[in-house]
């Protein structure tokens, strides 16, 4: 009874080919998260939707699209992949717009 | 601008000593939350541990309590009796949402390894 999945957990594409990554949730939060960790380790929030409505969208290419279709699930697609996107990215979950936040396994995006 | 700032990029303990992580933040708040989460090599962002702002007792979870000074805008995490599957990186993240930033920010991280 996982608390929050991605799937895939690993993600090895060319360069130019889009793909999605999926995340659900099923501990009832209505607040989900999208964050990237590089290679030093450093996380930063990308999205965050509550209640199905986008509320934070940073500094992010617009090759990147969130979706939620409901408020258990928020995905992640990216189109025209670049090397700079290889990265690790984490979906996370939390129940209002504050407290704390359960993260999913993240996935780990290889771009070559 | 919040920010959040973890001075020691690495540490190291030996097994069954007590070991402390440093984090400072800067925010404009008075009311937020700060949380100490753990990612060890699987991966997996774990919650340690949480501590609102407005409480002055300090959070403790079995070995893991925190020393929560708001004046000073300090939170470390002490870690006692360390055991070995405590290695990992040690993320402080800090929750202000009162300024309408709805998000977590998190310090750079620091990579404990527990010598056995």
């Known amino acids: 009874d996982t608390a929050v999945s991605q799937t895939p957990k690993y993600l090895v594409t060319q360069m130019g080919n889009d793909k999605s990554i999926k995340c659900e949730q099923n501990l009832g939060h209505d607040t989900m998260y999208w964050y990237k960790q590089d290679s030093k380790k450093f996380l930063k929030i990308m999205f965050s939707y509550n209640n199905k409505e986008l509320i934070i969208n940073e500094t992010v290419p617009n090759r990147f699209s969130p979706k939620s279709p409901d408020k258990a699930h928020l995905n992640l697609h990216i189109n025209s992949l670049e090397l700079g996107d290889s990265a690790v990215y984490f979906c996370a979950s939390s129940l209002g717009l504050r407290g704390e936040q359960y993260f999913g396994p993240g996935t780990r995006l290889t771009v070559t | 601008a919040q920010t959040v700032t973890q001075s020691q990029p690495e540490m190291s303990v030996q097994e069954a000593e007590t070991v402390t992580l440093s984090c400072t933040y800067d925010?404009?708040?008075?009311?937020?939350?700060l949380f100490w989460y753990k990612q060890p090599p699987s991966r997996q962002m774990i919650l340690v541990i949480r501590?609102?702002?407005?409480?002055?007792q300090n959070a403790t979870e079995n070995r893991f309590s925190v020393n929560f000074q708001k004046a000073a805008k300090s939170f470390s995490l002490k870690i006692s009796d360390s055991q070995l599957g405590d290695t990992a990186m040690y993320f402080c993240a800090l929750d202000d949402s009162g300024a309408g930033s709805y998000q977590l920010t998190f310090g750079k991280g620091t990579k404990l390894s527990v010598i056995p």
């Open positions: 925010t404009s708040e008075n009311n937020y939350y």
């Open positions: 501590q609102e702002a407005y409480k002055q």
